[in-house]
């Protein structure tokens, strides 16, 4: 069935770091990809998605590229702060006719000062 | 704007007694999902409402497990006779429309926890 796999965390990164948290899923079909966020407290909030093979998702220099040959939908960011801290959910979605995403683990990510 | 909103945040209950966590979409939002996530694990779909239409409930335990989104209130996620592998958070989930892009907003979850 189809599934969403992603890097176990957490992730432990200094300030300014260049963040990778990597992503792979397994589609019997064309999905929409996602990156969720959840800060401490809060509830998972849309960072950025992609609908087609290469188009790149971005958001507050944040930036993911769906990438069809390598069935993977990585997240990137050139320079992390503190406030970055949080849990980032990938997923997909069908569009089935109830719109269910498939979630990944969730990856946590800790950005030292 | 309020966001989605579901009470309690927090649940204790001991094994056998009832769990009833609340949500309340975004103002104009009439379709709501349902998602479960046990400890280590993704976000799993639950079920998927309308106002008081159940849609897809394909991801619901086929026991103790029931939900619904009345005409006027919050949806409500049930569960009778809890057991500890109920413990998880639950998260609520709403939408404007049943479109295949329409994005869902999440609220905080309700962290349940049977002892």
């Known amino acids: ?113 | 704007n309020a966001g989605v909103m579901q009470n309690p945040r927090h649940l204790v209950r001991r094994r056998g007694q009832e769990a009833r966590l609340r949500c309340s979409p975004m103002k104009g939002h009439s379709h709501v999902y349902w998602y479960r996530q046990l400890p280590e694990e993704g976000l799993k779909f639950m079920v998927y409402l309308q106002k008081e239409n159940i849609i897809d409930e394909s991801g619901m335990p086929k026991e103790r497990f029931s939900a619904e989104f009345p005409k006027e209130g919050p949806s409500i996620l049930r569960i009778q006779q809890v057991v500890r592998g109920d413990s998880a958070a639950y998260f609520c989930a709403s939408s404007q429309f049943r479109q295949s892009q329409e994005t869902q907003y999440f609220g905080p979850g309700t962290r349940l926890l049977v002892l």
């Open chain 1, 1 to 113: 069935g189809d599934s969403v796999t992603q890097m176990e965390g957490p992730v432990t990164l200094s300030e300014e770091a260049f963040l990778t948290i990597n992503c792979t899923y397994t589609a019997t079909g064309y999905p929409s990809l996602f990156w969720y966020v959840q800060y401490p407290g809060e509830g998972l909030q849309l960072l950025l998605k992609a609908t087609k093979a290469d188009d790149k998702g971005s958001n507050k220099g944040f930036e993911a590229t769906y990438r069809k040959e390598t069935t993977s939908f990585h997240l990137e960011k050139g320079s992390v702060q503190v406030s970055d801290s949080a849990v980032y959910f990938c997923a997909l979605m069908y569009d089935s006719g109830t719109y269910k995403y498939i979630f990944g683990t969730g990856t946590r990510l800790k950005v030292l000062a």
